[in-house]
Structure formats: C-alpha cells, structure tokens
C-alpha cells in the first residue's frame, strides 16, 4: 500500500513537503508520481521519479517550484512544493509504477498500478 502525508494548510508562498510510504511490496524496482485533483477538475499529473532516481519529470505548473525525490532503502518517496499557489490547492495523490525502464520517469496516470488514498493541501491567498 501507499500512505501519503504532509498535506495542510499554508499561505500564498508558504511550503509543504509531502511523503509517500510504500509497504508490502517485494521488489525495489519502482518509479514514483505524484498527481493532484483540484475541485470539479480531472486529475492531473504533477511529477515522477524513476526507480533509479536520477530521471524527473514535472508539469510546466510546477516546474521550478516543486522538487520529487524518492528514497529507496526507506521505501519512501517526497515531493517537496515551494512557493505554493492558491491554484495549487487540491487533493494529492502518489502512485507507484513497477518494472518500468530505468531510462525515463513516467508521466501516464494509465501507467500507475498502485495509488494511495491522497492528502489534501490548501493554499491561501
């Protein structure tokens, strides 16, 4: 399973760092994503790691704000957010992908086997 948490409340500009859990799975050989679901609106990608880490990929809303790291010997993967927006305000969620290509870090949510339940982060203006 995946436990996310972290989420809250914060002000316009403030911080968060989310983690994600993994438990009960054998293999190591995961790549990580997150993604969020704002009210009335469709989940969305947000960013991913590779099992590797050492390939990232990030939506263009959050580039150079948000920074996805995963820690493999804790089975832990974190999404540390900067700078958050009230637009960042939604329902976040991490998935976990197994034996996918160490070469690139999937951004597909169809490529995502697993998902936890979501924290939920509230921006203010």
């Not at 790691?49 to 390939?55: L, S, Y």
């Not at 305000?89 to 996918?100: D, E, G, P, Q, V």
């Not at 169809?110 to 998902?115: M, Q």
Request: charged letters at 20%.
């Amino acid at each position: 399973q995946l436990v996310e948490s972290g989420g809250g409340s914060v002000q316009f500009g403030g911080s968060l760092t989310l983690s994600c859990v993994l438990s009960g799975f054998t293999s190591d050989d995961y790549a990580i994503g997150w993604f969020r679901r704002a009210p009335g609106k469709e989940r969305e990608f947000v960013a991913s790691i590779n099992w590797n880490a050492d390939k990232t990929e990030y939506a263009d809303s959050v580039k150079g704000r948000f920074l996805i790291s995963l820690d493999s010997a804790k089975n832990m993967g974190n999404l540390v957010m900067y700078n958050l927006k009230p637009e960042d305000t939604a329902t976040y969620f991490c998935a976990a992908a197994f034996h996918i290509s160490s070469a690139w870090a999937p951004t597909n949510e169809g490529t995502f086997e697993f998902w936890g339940q979501g924290t939920q982060v509230t921006v203010s203006s």
